[in-house]
């Protein structure tokens, strides 16, 4: 499998951005960045920049993919309400250029970077840079975390094709378990008919 992924950590003050491409299990780091923008520009022209800005980022990577960070309530109304805002104009971006999107949780995206869904940023960052065999920490914190973002999004994909795989494997055993219990109860059923009606020698069948 080879395609690029697209992470993305939505915020209204700053938007971080990751781009990803996966050769098998084997992932690299493409670019990273951050759309930041002003708290007195109009709330309308900031959400216009973040998509725009995201627009142009995919227009360049051309990913196929992408994983999105929701929003986490654990942040006080207001900022979640402004996150909420940047992510659906990120989404829209993403819409524009028809991506398949999955959508993580911050824990999902701790879980799968770290193995840990309580892992603080320090982790997360240092778990990035192994992941993607960096020379140093990405910065902004943001960029790190949309990078986590796309790695979340390879790591639960693979789960969930392992997941449906086993599935696959339990329904095949099942079935030839079915198979065998048929063909036993069909033997006895033989076996029991021949004892009830047994035959002599020389006599017609």
């Not at 951005?17 to 923008?37: D, E, H, I, K, M």
């Not at 309308?44 to 051309?62: S, T, W, Y």
């Not at 021949?194 to 006599?203: D, H, R, S, V």
């Amino acid at each position: 499998m080879e395609r690029t992924i697209l992470g993305i950590d939505p915020g209204l003050a700053n938007t971080g951005w990751g781009v990803v491409s996966q050769r098998g299990p084997r992932l690299a780091c493409v670019a990273y960045g951050c759309v930041s923008t002003s708290a007195d520009m109009p709330l309308a022209h900031r959400l216009m920049k973040v998509q725009r800005q995201i627009g142009a980022v995919i227009a360049r990577f051309e990913p196929s993919c992408a994983g999105v960070e929701t929003v986490w309530f654990g942040q006080n109304v207001s900022a979640a309400f402004a996150t909420g805002q940047a992510r659906g104009a990120a989404l829209v971006a993403c819409a524009e250029r028809d991506l398949y999107v999955e959508e993580f949780s911050p824990n999902q995206i701790k879980l799968a970077v770290v193995g840990v869904g309580t892992a603080d940023k320090a982790q997360v960052q240092y778990m990035v840079r192994q992941a993607l065999s960096l020379s140093d920490v990405p910065r902004p914190d943001h960029a790190a975390d949309a990078l986590a973002a796309a790695i979340c999004f390879a790591t639960h994909e693979g789960f969930a094709h392992a997941e449906g795989r086993f599935d696959h494997l339990v329904a095949q055993a099942e079935a030839r378990d079915a198979a065998a219990r048929r063909g036993a109860f069909g033997a006895a059923s033989s076996g029991r008919a021949a004892k009830a009606c047994p035959t002599k020698e020389g006599a017609r069948i």
